[in-house]
């Protein structure tokens, strides 16, 4: 659920990101205002003629818990889907890997376009990838442990 980078940018991302590996059944305290980059443990393939949403299920969001902010998932992808996952609420809410706090919404899709995006086949969490098209990485700062 938590975990790592497989960016080919690695060295970057660190100095401004912890990674954090949680083992299943392992609890993660997400803090108020907190984000973390997480991802599904199902590895899945959408066909060609779908698409799907990565929805929040409606008890974690009525306690604040946000789990994705690109939800759209395209005709053609395969892999584990990165979640942004955030606590927008006013309490510590205890996570652990494989709860359910995301559903998929399918939908046929018109046409036969393929995802050619550079997170396919992820098997983890996927930190962002600029490749010189993003923010600059010296507008990023690695918050203070608490």
Request: include cysteine; aromatic fraction near 10%; hydrophobic fraction near 35%.
């Amino acid at each position: 659920m938590l975990g790592w980078a497989t960016s080919s940018d690695d060295s970057q991302i660190e100095r401004y990101q912890d990674k954090l590996i949680k083992a299943y059944g392992e609890k993660f305290i997400l803090h108020p205002r907190q984000l973390v980059i997480g991802s599904t443990l199902e590895y899945i393939q959408i066909p060609s003629g779908m698409m799907c949403y990565v929805i929040g299920k409606s008890t974690w969001g009525r306690m604040g818990l946000i789990i994705a902010t690109a939800t759209k998932v395209d005709p053609g992808f395969r892999g584990c889907i990165t979640l942004e996952i955030i606590n927008e609420g006013e309490i510590p809410l205890v996570l652990y890997p494989g709860i359910p706090i995301a559903q998929l919404v399918l939908h046929r899709a018109a046409g036969a376009s393929t995802y050619k995006g550079g997170y396919s086949c992820a098997i983890g969490p996927e930190f962002p990838k600029f490749g010189g098209k993003g923010p600059s990485w010296e507008y990023w700062t690695k918050p203070s442990r608490r």
